[in-house]
């Protein structure tokens, strides 16, 4: 059953995601599923391994 809401917004959430998260270095970052709007899931992947950065923390597609 999908959240409520998108991790990032009060829209409803369209699909589960795969995403890392991480704060300042990439390489300490944590592996998580999100259930995302389409407006934040083409925000994620768009962003590419620099990263979507939100609330101080950066999140990339995938958890490679």
């Known amino acids: 059953m999908p959240a409520a809401r998108c991790e990032f917004c009060t829209a409803h959430p369209d699909r589960e995601f795969a995403v890392s998260k991480w704060l300042d270095d990439p390489d ?3 592996r998580l599923t999100l259930w995302l709007c389409n407006k934040h899931l083409a925000r ?3 962003a590419g391994a620099k990263g979507y950065a939100h609330d ?3 999140f990339k597609a995938g958890f490679w």
């Open 56 to 58: 101080g923390h950066f």
């Open 44 to 46: 994620v992947t768009k």
């Open 28 to 30: 300490e970052r944590e």
